[in-house]
């Protein structure tokens, strides 16, 4: 489509799409409930446990014995654990409840790239192995397991894990056990992680897992494009999480959901539910801007993600699952997009991803339905959607509105579709067949979710 043609095209977009009348209070999700967070009245510097911020001197007995002696005021209102300006190079050390991690500005907290510094610990168990290798996995840098009221924060300080080597002993097929996280927290609740910089994890920036209330917010996120399979935050059989004002430039994926890997996670069953992403910044160099899956066997659901800009990706929007997997992806509502530089749009596969183990129900089948995409504008794109569901369960309620992509010179194709079903108003280039055909009735299972955000939907 040439410039002048796609200009006539959105302008006519934009007419049409005043037939849509989208009334009510507005939409409300997770970030819309974020809670006030109150200073600690006790406060300690890692430099009254002998660390050193030279980069070079070990740290980690330093920061275990300071939350082991901020522990004793969790009853009294908490305490906060201030790092200031330094590089404080470390090895992995527990958090625990009612504390705040504070970084200075200027303040760099280094992962040891001592393997022998990093314990192996169990697998999680909706997982049943580690996702790179059977068997256990390394600890992430900074752990905590069923706490509540954690804030890691600072003033734009920084994590870096150093991941180079792990990447290293990755691609070298050097490693015997999965590799490590920069954060992750367990089983935990009431979690605050803002206002920092994240750099060259080894595998996952932020990850937490079977936690509810989560708020990551304002903080950046950097691994080059060829650092293999690192991802920015991966929310994973959690609830109620808000991701909010964030700039993820990364190896693979940018923001990830899952919930659990076949029989395990079938049998663990907790989905990931109820989660808001939001004006966020996100490039993906070999994965997706934003991904479901393909790990979901627990389920995700009642997803908003809106105030989206993705930019030089692979993929822009993805789910993934394949048979095996059981689970289902349902109730996802995606608007105010904007893509540029991005090779597929859209993504849905239902061939996608490894099994832990020969344990699992081939006839375990996932489904996929109402997904509800909206309000997006896409330039430099090479293919449009790419949707191949599962013959025996097919993908059905996918629904794009108000959808204008310039798709670029050369394309022989602006659509790939197999196995699902769904509706479109208002989409260039016109979508494959199994999507084109029009909204039925305001009571669509297109938009069924909007209403639950405070939103009516008129066509």
Same mark, same amino acid.
């Given at each position: ?10 302008? *006519?977009i ?6 849509? +009348? ?5 939409k ?12 600690? %009245? ?6 009254e $446990? ?5 980069? /070079?001197?070990s ?13 004793s =005021?969790?009853? /009294? ?8 300006p ?9 958090l ?12 760099? &907290? ?19 192995r580690?996702?790179? =290798? %059977? ?9 905590g ?9 600072? +003033? ?11 990447w ?8 015997n056990?999965s590799r %490590? ?16 910089? $994240? ?6 920036n !932020?990850h937490?897992?079977?936690c509810?209330?989560?708020?990551v917010?304002n ?5 080059p ?9 991966v929310?994973d ?5 808000? &991701?909010?004002?964030?700039? &993820? ?17 079938i ?10 992403? /939001?004006?966020?910044? *996100?490039?993906?160099?070999t994965?997706?801007?934003i991904? =479901? ?8 659901? +009642?997803v ?12 822009? !929007?993805? $789910? ?7 689970g289902?992806?349902?109730?996802i ?15 849905a ?8 183990? +020969?344990?699992?129900d ?9 997904i509800t995409? /909206? ?7 090479t293919l449009? @959607?790419?949707f ?6 097919? =993908?059905t309620s996918?629904?794009?509105?108000n ?6 010179? @050369?394309s ?5 579709c197999?196995n ?14 199994d999507?084109?055909?029009s909204?039925?009735n305001s009571?669509?299972?297109? $938009? ?12």
């Amino acid at each position: 489509m040439s410039n002048s043609s796609f200009q006539v095209a959105l302008l *006519l977009i934009l007419v049409l799409s005043k037939a849509i +009348d989208v009334s009510g209070q507005g939409k409300e999700g997770q970030c819309d409930y974020k809670s006030k967070l109150n200073p600690r %009245p006790h406060s300690v510097s890692i430099l009254e $446990f002998g660390a050193v911020g030279d980069g /070079k001197t070990s740290n980690t007995i330093a920061f275990q014995n300071a939350v082991f002696y901020l522990k004793s =005021f969790a009853d /009294k209102g908490g305490a906060q654990l201030y790092v200031p300006p330094g590089r404080w190079l470390t090895g992995s050390f527990n958090l625990t409840s009612h504390l705040t991690l504070f970084l200075a500005s200027g303040a760099i &907290i280094l992962g040891s790239q001592d393997r022998s510094r990093w314990e192996i610990v169990e697998p999680l168990p909706s997982y049943g192995r580690g996702l790179e =290798f %059977p068997g256990g996995r390394y600890r992430s840098l900074i752990n905590g397991y069923m706490l509540d009221d954690v804030v890691i924060t600072g +003033d734009n300080g920084t994590i870096d894990g150093q991941g180079s080597v792990w990447w290293d002993w990755f691609s070298s097929h050097s490693l015997n056990y999965s590799r %490590p996280n920069l954060v992750e927290l367990i089983s935990s609740n009431n979690i605050v992680v803002s206002n920092l910089t $994240f750099l060259n994890a080894p595998a996952y920036n !932020i990850h937490p897992v079977y936690c509810s209330n989560v708020t990551v917010q304002n903080i950046s996120v950097y691994s080059p494009p060829g650092s293999p399979f690192t991802v920015g935050i991966v929310p994973d059989s959690s609830d109620k999480v808000c &991701i909010e004002s964030c700039n &993820i430039s990364i190896g693979y994926d940018g923001i990830a959901l899952k919930s659990g890997w076949d029989e395990y996670g079938i049998a663990y069953g907790r989905p990931t539910t109820r989660v808001h992403i /939001k004006q966020v910044y *996100l490039q993906a160099s070999t994965g997706s801007a934003i991904a =479901f899956g393909s790990e979901m066997s627990g389920g995700i659901s +009642d997803v908003l993600v809106e105030d989206l800009h993705l930019y030089n990706s692979l993929v822009g !929007i993805e $789910f993934r699952t394949t048979k095996g997997r059981g689970g289902y992806i349902t109730e996802i509502i995606i608007s105010d997009v904007e893509m540029q530089n991005v090779h597929t749009a859209f993504g849905a596969t239902g061939q996608r991803g490894s099994h832990p183990d +020969d344990k699992y129900d081939p006839n375990a089948l996932p489904t996929l339905n109402q997904i509800t995409v /909206k309000d997006v504008t896409g330039s430099n794109i090479t293919l449009a @959607g790419s949707f191949t569901g599962i013959e025996e369960s097919p =993908f059905t309620s996918i629904c794009l509105s108000n959808v204008v992509l310039s798709v670029a010179s @050369g394309s022989s194709t602006s659509w790939v579709c197999s196995n699902v079903s769904g509706f479109s108003e208002f989409v260039i280039p016109e979508p494959c067949p199994d999507l084109s055909s029009s909204f039925p009735n305001s009571s669509s299972a297109c $938009f069924s979710l909007l209403r639950s955000y405070g939103q009516s939907a008129v066509l």
